[in-house]
């Protein structure tokens, strides 16, 4: 079983700059995409960034140039840097991982995702 947990949402300002963390724990073998989603009050979630186990990142249209997604291999960790913030960047933010676990001699495929952190922009 593997917890993501996120942390760094909080209130920003349009034009301003957020970080958000998510860590994975639990019997990790690997894993091959971590991303960031999030979804705005009364729309559907959608993806925000994703970066792969070789390094190759994806972005939205429109958070491209603005947010930076990167990753630390070894901690199992994910990070989104917000910059320029705008009122419609605002969302519960979700980290998703998608990889193997081995635990009892069995590798096993999971996809995870957090609990969600909020991020509010205002204007």
């Known amino acids: 079983q593997v917890q993501l947990v996120e942390s760094g949402g909080g209130l920003g300002q349009a034009g301003g700059s957020l970080r958000l963390s998510c860590a994975a724990s639990?019997?990790?073998?690997?894993?091959?995409?971590m991303g960031w989603y999030r979804q705005a009050p009364g729309k559907q979630r959608e993806l925000v960034a994703t970066?792969?186990?070789?390094?190759?990142?994806n972005y939205a249209d429109s958070v491209t140039g603005r947010f930076t997604i990167s990753r630390h291999y070894a901690k199992h960790t994910v990070y989104l840097q917000l910059n320029s913030l705008k009122p419609e960047d605002t969302g519960v933010y979700y980290c998703?991982?998608?990889?193997?676990?081995?635990?009892?001699?069995?590798?096993?495929?999971?996809?995870?995702w957090g609990q969600g952190t909020q991020v509010t922009v205002s204007s």
């Open positions: 998703n991982a998608d990889g193997i676990t081995y635990d009892s001699s069995a590798y096993r495929e999971f996809n995870s």
């Open positions: 970066i792969t186990s070789d390094g190759s990142t």
């Open positions: 639990g019997t990790i073998s690997s894993i091959n995409v």
